[in-house]
Structure formats: structure tokens, C-alpha cells
């Protein structure tokens, strides 16, 4: 719709209600002026104006209804109200242009003003009628007063004049007003899509997992998002001092700016927590240089990485097996045979079983990596936890030594799950002998104590693998699960490491924690029977 047929439109903006205040306030400084010249000495030439007591009355008249209008209307409801006051001061002033004598008094010139101003607040047509209000107000009041006043017919071509430029100026302030409302809408959609795209970035900031810090020149945390505060642990950073909250990060800050060119070492801001790769940028600010801090979680990269090294290791494991073995169990048989012989004396004696000793160790490191490069698929079953662990005690009891006591408790009627039986098998024989064996370094009998329960939080059933042991050193906790490592000088150090990969194949989980009393904790927490696919 253009400008000449849209409709009225019904209120003004705030923009527009200001012009309109200055409207006002204008009009009432034209008509003091008025009532200034006819209270001064001024007043002796107004007998040479047409008529002087209407000039004198319309001039009072004139401030007087403005002063009323200004504190009456000081907010126009409609642009109805604002085409009134307009075409009331057009014709206010027309009578003016009229008592003081036509084009010569100067009047004419404030009825193209009044008419300008209008057009800004006014759009289209009804802009165009106040113009128009005022051209025939000019040209019909110098036509009346060439009747009474012959001198008066000269100023048919400057009232001519000032009616074309009311409608000049009527169409020039319009069509500025039209292009500055449309300067003005496109700024504001701008400023709404600036504003938009700046909370979708905060939103984005927000959900990313990578974690954020911006730090200022002392190293205080200017902002932090939620992925920067769940990898370093914290509720807050705001306005902290790094220093304070994580002094690994401030360490690798330091070592970056010495030498932008290295790398920084991964840290782990707290005990169980992720191991992160920090990354700096600077970021110029006005005349203030932060650093942007990039936190990744590098733990599942470093945990992929190592399978592929184990599935590297299992393949090529797997490729030498036949050559490793059959030397291997020579040697092993030899050392059998060497050992049976009467003549071998008693220190030779050792030395052989020594030999088998290792023989069989290095065995055990085949079949382990074996198993992670031949791993078969897991087929999980619908497993009733209480029957089944009561015959996995039972059968295991049967082949225990006589020094070793396995515990077996159970709270609840029924607690299912679906896991591979074969899988969970291998990984409580693991648990159980582990427990075992450090339970008899400490004790003089190895005891473990095996509790099944439902986790009250999670509802999921929760077995847990107990013993009486040193437990696992603090400092070790985190390396536990990892591949080749070992705290027993006979130990492969892939037991645990399977255990975990076979619970997570099959969507359990496998943690550890210590003991009050001392000892280990090896907790699995299976999956609900019917998240299980």
C-alpha cells in the first residue's frame, strides 16, 4: 500500500510524540511573540495594519488557545486530534494573515511552517488537505481583502507563491519523514536481529561442550560458560582469580605466553575428573588485551586412541601367536622335563621354575591380548541376578582354597537384568580373584564380600565386590582401569581393563571406590531389563 491510500494510522510513536511537544511548544512561542509586539512599543503601528483590534484579539486569542491545547492535549490519542490542532492553527493563522494585511506582513511564511510541521506527524492525503487548508485560506483572504482594499490585488502571485510552497513543502517533508521512518524501521530490525543473533550466541555459548573462559590481563575470569564449569568442577568463576580456582590451567597460561609455539600439557583440574587440553587465544577488547581460553574434553579421544592401539596390538598379536607359542611352550616343556630330573641339583631346580613361571606369565599376556582382538559380540540375556549369583558363589566356592572365604548377600525379591552371563562370569572371576589375592597379602585369609542392591537413586540393580585388602593408593586411583597397568609384579594389567570394556559392552558400568574400613570397592551397575536392547 503507498503512501497516498494507506489508512490513518491511529496513535503516534514516541518519536512522533516528542515532534509534537516541540509543536506545541512552538506555537506557543509564536504566540507570545505576537503578544510581546502588541504590548510593546510596537503597539502605534498596528494602526497601519488592515485591522488592527482583530489582529490585537486573534494574537491573544491565538497564545491563550495554544497554552490550553498544550497543557489539555499534552499526548494526542489519534491523529485525528493531531489533523484538528493542525488545520485550527492553519486557520488561526490564516486570520492573522488576513487582520495584518496579507503577503506583506510576513505571516504567510509561518502558515508554510506550521504546514511542514504538521506533514511530519501527518502522512498521505491528510497531509496533503492541511497544505491545501492553507493555500485556499491565502489565496481566498488576499482575494477579500482586494475587495476592500484595492492596493491588496498585487498579492494574487506571492499568495500564489505561498500556496504552492505549502504543498512543496507539504511533499518534500513526507517524503523525508518516509524515508528516515524507513531508515528508522530498517535500523530497528537490524538492532532486533543484532539482538536476537547476540542471545543465540549466548545460547549456543551456553550449550557448548567445549568450555570457555575469557580472563582479563590480572588472569581473573571475566566469563565462563556451563561446558567451562562442569570440566573444572565449579558453580562459579566470575570475577575470580584463576589462580585461586585452578592453578593448572594458570601454569599452562604461563608456559603458552612464554612460548606461544608449544603446545600445553594436558591437566585435570580435580580428582575423578576429565582430563582437559587447554588451548589460548588473545582477544583484543577496546584498548585491553583478554585471553579466550578453549577447554576440550580429551578423555573419550585418549580412550579411543588406546583402543585403537589394542586393537593394533590384538591384530598383530594375533599374526605372531603361532610363532610365539610354540617356542614358548618348548621352552615351558623343557623346563618341565629339566625339573623332573633326579640329577638337577637345588639351586638349578629354582632356576627352572623360574623359567615356567615366566613361561606361563607370557602366556597369560598372549591369551589377554588374544581376547581383546578376537572379543566375540555380546549376547545379552534376561538374567535374574539373585538365582545367578547365588550359584556363581557356589560354584566358585567349590574350586577355592581352603584360605579363601567368598561372602554372598542380597537385599530384595527380584533383580533383573540383561547381560551376556559368559561376559559377567569373566568379570566377577576377575573381580573375585583380585579381591582374593590382596585380601591374603594383608590377611592370613582372603575374604570378599559380594552385595546386590538396588540403587535407591537410580532404581538399577547394583552389585558390589568387596574386600579387606591395602586398597588402591590415591594416587593410582585414576590408572586403575587402564591397559598394562599393574600394581602386582605378576599381573598382566588387563583384567580391569577388560572388565570395564565387557560391562560396557553389555551397558553396565563398572567404578571404582574405596572402602571405609579399608579395602577396595568394585562396583557394577547394570542396566534397567528394559532399556536393553
Not at 113 to 137: E, F, K, T, Y
Not at 296 to 321: N, P
Amino acid at each position: 500500500m503507498n503512501a497516498d491510500t494507506r489508512p490513518l494510522p491511529t496513535g503516534l510513536s514516541a518519536q512522533g510524540r516528542r515532534i509534537f511537544r516541540l509543536y506545541s511548544l512552538y506555537r506557543l512561542l509564536i504566540g507570545l511573540v505576537l503578544v510581546l509586539l502588541i504590548s510593546s512599543e510596537m503597539d502605534d503601528r498596528l494602526l497601519d495594519l488592515a485591522r488592527p483590534d482583530l489582529f490585537r484579539n486573534a494574537s491573544w486569542f491565538y497564545l491563550i488557545l495554544n497554552a490550553l491545547i498544550a497543557a489539555l492535549v499534552p499526548r494526542p490519542r489519534s491523529m485525528v486530534q493531531v489533523f484538528s490542532l493542525a488545520v485550527v492553527d492553519v486557520l488561526l493563522l490564516s486570520c492573522l494573515f488576513f487582520a495584518a494585511g496579507g503577503t506583506p506582513s510576513g505571516i504567510a511564511n509561518l502558515i508554510v511552517v506550521s504546514v511542514a510541521i504538521s506533514n511530519i506527524l501527518l502522512r498521505g492525503r491528510i497531509g496533503l488537505l492541511v497544505a491545501a487548508v492553507a493555500a485556499i485560506g491565502l489565496i481566498y483572504l488576499t482575494f477579500y481583502l482586494s475587495i476592500s482594499q484595492p492596493a491588496a490585488a498585487s498579492q494574487f502571485v506571492q499568495a500564489g507563491g505561498f500556496g504552492a510552497l505549502c504543498f512543496a513543502a507539504a511533499l518534500f517533508i513526507q517524503g523525508l519523514s518516509r524515508r528516515l521512518q524507513i531508515s528508522e524501521t530498517l535500523a530497528e530490525q537490524r538492532a532486533e536481529d543484532v539482538a536476537n543473533l547476540e542471545a543465540l550466541n549466548a545460547q549456543i555459548l551456553e550449550r557448548m561442550r567445549t568450555g570457555i573462559l575469557v580472563l582479563d590481563p590480572r588472569n581473573q575470569v571475566l566469563l565462563a560458560n556451563n561446558g567451562a564449569l562442569a570440566l573444572l568442577g565449579k558453580d562459579n568463576l566470575s570475577g575470580q582469580a584463576l589462580s585461586s580456582q585452578c592453578p593448572e590451567l594458570l601454569e599452562s597460561l604461563r608456559q603458552w605466553l612464554a612460548n606461544p609455539t608449544l603446545r600445553p600439557q594436558s591437566l585435570q583440574a580435580f580428582a575423578d575428573g576429565p582430563t582437559l587440553q587447554p588451548s589460548f587465544v588473545h582477544l583484543q577488547r577496546g584498548g585491553q588485551q583478554n585471553t579466550l581460553v578453549f577447554l576440550e574434553d580429551i578423555s573419550q579421544i585418549a580412550q579411543q586412541a588406546q583402543q585403537l592401539k589394542l586393537a593394533s596390538l590384538g591384530r598383530l598379536t594375533a599374526g605372531i601367536a603361532h610363532e610365539i607359542r610354540n617356542p614358548l611352550g618348548a621352552i615351558s616343556h623343557a623346563a618341565q622335563l629339566l625339573q623332573e630330573s633326579d640329577e638337577l641339583q637345588s639351586p638349578d631346580r629354582r632356576l627352572a621354575q623360574i623359567i615356567q613361571d615366566h613361561s606361563r606369565r607370557m602366556n597369560l599376556v598372549i591369551e589377554n591380548v588374544l581376547q581383546l582382538s578376537r572379543r566375540r559380540q555380546s549376547e545379552p540375556q534376561l538374567l535374574d541376578l539373585k538365582y545367578w549369583l547365588t550359584r556363581f558363589a557356589s560354584e566358585f566356592r567349590t574350586s577355592a582354597s581352603p584360605n579363601q572365604t567368598l561372602h554372598l548377600s542380597t537385599l530384595g525379591s527380584t533383580l533383573q537384568t540383561r547381560m551376556d552371563p559368559h561376559q559377567l562370569t569373566q568379570v566377577l572371576t576377575n573381580l573375585v580373584q583380585n579381591g582374593l589375592r590382596y585380601s591374603s597379602k594383608k590377611n592370613t585369609e582372603g575374604q570378599v564380600w559380594l552385595k546386590l542392591f538396588r540403587d535407591p537413586e537410580s532404581d538399577l540393580p547394583v552389585l558390589e565386590v568387596e574386600d579387606d585388602g591395602e586398597g588402591v593408593p590415591p594416587e593410582q586411583v585414576h590408572n586403575i582401569f587402564e591397559p598394562f597397568f599393574t600394581t602386582d609384579s605378576k599381573g598382566t594389567g588387563l583384567g580391569l581393563y577388560i572388565s570395564r570394556e565387557l560391562c560396557e559392552s553389555n551397558q553396565a558400568r563398572l567404578d571404582y571406590k574405596p572402602r571405609e574400613h579399608g579395602g577396595s570397592c568394585f562396583r557394577i551397575t547394570f542396566a534397567h531389563p528394559r532399556k536393553l536392547s
